[in-house]
């Protein structure tokens, strides 16, 4: 069975802290791995990985995946209130090898509170 | 562009309902694909739909059934309701590999 394990579950940092969450894996059929921010309802899209070793960068954010380790990392530079959300990583496979039917295994999420 | 369009945003329905929720995809898009999130499970894949074909489908009942229609919008039903059910329910469109769009999800609450 597919299984994405992220850590922590929760975290509670000060303005101007840097964080940094895990997510490992155990997937059958790999194809990516996404980031993803839930503040309220819909999760928005932070990062899609499909190669290891090379970091996706935006703002303050970055994430990368090693794929040999299984494991991917979401750095939060400066942060602000605003990043305070649940942080969710997901991982792409198929059902077989080339397969195209898709879905996505999440974690439990990362609940990160930011307080001024 | 309009993003993912997911009605109603909140129900409440009695044990034993049955209850159809609506996605309607980012033009373009055929793939949708629904999830279901709870506070002790997270979100827990259930069924995509490419085509109008279901090409995957999770670990649920068959209680959980879903469709998808000529213009890529999808159902999906859920019959024989129990208290467990309560949930937000999610869809994602997608046009390639990885881009998942969310909607903001169905609030179900069954009573």
């Known amino acids: 069975e597919d299984k994405v394990v992220q850590s922590p579950l929760s975290l509670v940092v000060h303005e101007g802290d840097t964080v940094t969450l895990n997510c490992s894996y155990e997937?059958?059929?790999?194809?990516?791995l996404l980031w993803y921010k839930q503040e309220k309802k819909a999760p928005t899209f932070l990062f899609m990985l499909?190669?290891?070793?090379i970091e996706k960068k935006s703002g303050r954010l970055s994430s990368i995946l090693d794929k040999k380790e299984l494991f991917s990392i979401l750095n939060i530079t400066a942060t602000q209130t605003g990043d305070s959300a649940v942080y969710l990583c997901?991982?792409?496979?198929?059902?077989?090898?080339?397969?195209?039917?898709?879905?996505?295994?999440f974690g439990k999420g990362t609940l990160l509170t930011v307080n001024p | 562009k309009a993003g993912v369009t997911q009605t109603p945003r909140y129900l409440i329905k009695t044990r034993g309902q049955q209850v159809t929720l609506s996605c309607s995809p980012i033009s373009g898009h055929r793939s949708v694909s629904w999830y279901q999130q709870t506070p002790g499970q997270g979100l827990q894949f259930l069924f995509e739909y490419f085509s109008e074909t279901q090409r995957n489908k999770g670990n649920f009942p068959g209680r959980f059934s879903g469709r998808q229609f000529s213009n890529s919008r999808s159902e999906m039903n859920v019959s024989t309701l129990e208290l467990g059910d309560s949930a937000l329910y999610l869809c994602a469109s997608s046009l390639y590999v990885g881009g998942y769009t969310f909607g903001s999800g169905t609030r179900l609450t069954v009573v």
């Open positions: 997901a991982v792409e496979s198929s059902g077989n090898s080339g397969g195209s039917n898709y879905k996505l295994t």
């Open positions: 499909t190669s290891s070793g």
């Open positions: 997937v059958t059929n790999f194809r990516s």
